[in-house]
């Protein structure tokens, strides 16, 4: 039997990241492969004692449906903190998402028609890819350095492509590249979306893991006609597993993606929400960050130390002011796919760079990831990885 | 400013009980509105019990990042509940969901183009019409009986209409009528289903909550060809605010629900699914499901009563035989909209029955949930009711 599906299931393949965390789970494996937190970071004894709180205090209600929008206090809270990161906004701009993944998916749902054409920095997020590739877009990668998206090169685009429909970009500490816009280049794209009438999707997961070098202000923050969609989540600076993510967005496009969220689940976790808002009240988030900024700044600067001892003189990585990853870039051919399947019969993940091109290509790069394994580890398995490398390149 | 959205968000409303349920949050307001499980039987205690046990012995894994697919233990059991109701499954053929409101989303995404036509009873699940209608589908909306959809008409719809793509049924206790399909219309729904090679979406909130008669085999139990998707939920048997539901289905059908969910939001809550498969190992949820199925009975049966007493003759409802509502038809000429204002001038609300026939017409239905409020309340909300429809009629 064989059913008949959609014509965007065509287009919709397996994350390879996650296949291949799959294979990663051994715990022999030292992987740089995903993007995960630092585990021993979580607040669990803190949740510990706001889930009590919240169970003992209004367990019905936190058990009990709740509104789309999501839970009242919650969305004050992340309305303030948008303002502490310069952005004028409210409680009623912040709709609670699964994830900031949800955040994404809705983008593409409230924008695409198929053939529509994004335009996202090359490289660019994979989840990002993958759920825009449901609503049957196409993809037009503009070129980067280490200033973000050039603008010169946006611009050419923007004149002479046809259904350009938005534009996705992640100007801090981006996945995968761990390079940060400057504030011209972040200006520049407001004036261009400005000029040609497009929504931004600002994807901001990691803005606020920065470990060096000074804050810079949020697109969103730079916009006066409420066309920047923000995506925020407290996967990185809380934890990913309850699945708090944001939009942030103007009155008339908020309600957007308040209508899809209605028939994509109705809502976000009750519990979790109030969780987190209680978590929120309780404790200093700010004091947490803190402590994730100062763990991750030094295994940033172990793996980059190490990469520079171990690594061939050939390959070029990254040097993140923030967030998660670093990127390198190896001779034009290698093949980083290859590589993996050698790494890991050595037990060392990492993702090889192809993927994070919609349009292929590049696959003489590599995402790797610092904030999940503890020092030793990094050591170990970037001397490893040296090896391999060194073998490939003889 | 004027974004340009997608063709899709043309047809994209919000959903009307949501919007109603926002007005008769006054404390005041007796609601036979929403869908609503009975706050009281929630299991706020064993629920503060497992979740210290959860972060105990597991916090670091139940606040990260986790598969798609769901927590393995739990898609174990939840494919063992599905052997009792005699599905033979497996774990792997289950995936975990946002509630099974996520299961409808998915599905109008897996199976359909636009223009493509969907098979509904008339009247159908409203959260369900706005989640295929993201996928700018029709509807053919089949008549039903006390039986369930009429399986003349459903013959004579596939013999004559092209572009059918998927049939959507809620067999049991369905939403919002309370009515249950018979055995001969179940058996006769699948084989129309092998002739014409459609997949069936059988979404099944409420079967657990049978409190009168029988208990039927549910569609999937009858499909030999896997062509029926199951959605399933603890919405209704545990509680609606951690957001676990389940498809089961195919081993190449589940598939392409994961590679959705992956693009959608990556994971349901790691924290809940652990929460919720450790409440399963601890407490018995089928001693639960008896505490609320004893707790509904005597609602329905008392708001049964009152509506016998207090409803003008003219008024015909149903008596369903578990779930959680009853569906009433007034004189032909009574618009439900029109007295709903009315009856929250009053302070009682219920769901006009226009919503749930997609193509409109049938403004003369009320949908009436009894699951949600005290006794004294349901007596009082339905004596208001009566004396306002009998206003109505005057």
């Known amino acids: 039997m ?78 303030e903190r948008m303002e502490k990161m310069g952005v004028k906004t409210a409680a009623d701009n912040i709709l609670i998402t699964n994830g900031s993944q949800q955040g994404l998916d809705f983008s593409g749902k409230i924008f695409l028609n198929p053939d529509d054409i994004v335009i996202v920095e090359s490289p660019s997020y994979l989840g990002a890819i993958n759920a825009f590739k449901a609503y049957q877009c196409k993809f037009l990668e503009v070129p980067t350095d280490n ?34 816009w400057s504030l011209e280049r972040r200006q520049k794209l407001v004036e261009l979306a400005n000029e040609y009438n497009l929504p931004i999707i600002e994807d901001n997961p990691y803005g606020e893991l920065r ?28 934890c990913p597993g309850l699945r708090i993510g944001w939009v942030c967005a103007s009155d008339e496009v908020l309600n957007k993606y308040i209508l899809v969220k209605q028939g994509a689940d109705l809502q976000s976790n009750s519990m979790s929400q109030r969780e987190l808002d209680a978590f929120l009240d309780v404790y200093d988030l700010d004091e947490h960050i803190e402590k994730i900024k100062k763990l991750y700044k030094s295994r940033r600067d172990l793996m980059l130390e190490t990469m520079k001892e171990h690594f061939p003189k050939e390959v070029k990585f990254t040097h993140p002011e923030g967030g998660l990853f670093t990127w390198a870039v190896l001779p034009e051919h290698v093949n980083a796919r290859e590589l993996m399947k050698k790494s890991l019969e050595r037990n060392v993940a990492f993702v090889p760079g192809g993927s994070f091109f919609p349009n292929g290509g590049n696959e003489n790069t590599m995402r790797i990831n610092y904030s999940n394994m503890p020092e030793n580890r990094i050591v170990e398995g970037i001397k490893i990885l040296g090896e391999v490398i060194k073998e490939e390149l003889k």
């Open 147 to 180: 200033d973000g998206m050039i603008m010169e090169k946006l611009e050419e685009a923007l004149k002479t492509k046809e259904n350009i429909k938005m534009i996705y970009v992640i100007p801090d500490f981006q996945n995968p590249s761990g390079r940060t």
């Open 2 to 79: 064989e059913l008949n599906y959609s014509d965007r299931m065509g287009g919709i393949k397996a994350s390879e990241i996650r296949e291949l965390l799959k294979l990663t789970v051994r715990p022999e494996v030292i992987s740089f492969a995903g993007g995960l937190p630092a585990p021993e970071l979580f607040p669990v004894e803190e949740l510990k004692k706001v889930s009590q709180k919240v169970l003992e205090e209004d367990g019905q209600s936190a058990l009990q449906y709740s509104p789309t929008e999501g839970f009242p206090p919650l969305r004050e809270k992340i309305a």
């Open 211 to 238: 470990f060096e070098g000074e804050r810079l202000p949020s697109i969103k923050s730079i916009d006066t006609e409420g066309r920047v969609i923000f995506l925020g989540t407290f996967s990185k600076t809380f």
